[in-house]
């Protein structure tokens, strides 16, 4: 069989999180797992988001252990990038670093809350596609 | 303000469940949160993968809680669908079911085992973007 799926590196996996803006977030809530879209920014090695009240900052306040994933495909080939870290919540002066990098609402809803993840791990996968038929486009 | 978030309903959530192919698979592994890209097929109301032997599979079969979602983006909009549920690994005759419904394998691995997701709740919401200036495309 041939090998159709290749280990991103560290360099590679941080290249596209930073290229990127729309990730999906997997944190605990009340001993269930939930898993929400967020836009995103890259800064340093940390990634932010912002949010407002509600179930995504109740989750990540109360278990800060989330894991991040994007991920992108093309006629032929997939891939994605995985984090798992911690979560908190940057308060005061360290809200301001939101400030310094292309992390914009995209809906028109306050979400005042910056949650910064620290990365434990990160790892990466491209597959190339073995397609016989046509796959249906995203969107 | 404007209103720019819509609640789908849950006949659009199965829609666009029905029209799609990746989600993403959040699950618990000892303690943890973790989430991984998979190619899905709906049967039903339920929702279908493969996979081998790995994390994804040890997750759900030592904790059945798990958590699915989909998204999708254009330049006016975007889009998500949630499904939480539990999971389940099919055994015998009804892993047959993956045979009936467009459920391939996008790599050459050898993924056997079926993993049903029935749903306990799903829930999707679209959302009108705000956006002054051109967001990057995915890819």
Redesign the interface.
Known sequence: ??Q??TTLSGQECWGLLR????G?L???LA???????VNYAVDGETILFRTAEGNKLLGVVMDS?????I????AQE?W?V?V?GSARVLEGQEAYRAESIPL??????DKHTVVEISADEVTGRR?????P?E??G??
């Not at 252990?65 to 994933?69: R, S």
């Open positions: 069989m041939t159709t799926t290229r990127h803006e729309l999906r997997a944190f605990h001993g269930e797992v939930h898993i929400t879209p252990d989330v894991a991040f994933e991920d992108g495909i093309d997939a994605s995985v798992r914009r609402p995209w809906v028109g809803s597959f190339a596609l073995d397609k038929w796959h249906i995203r969107g």
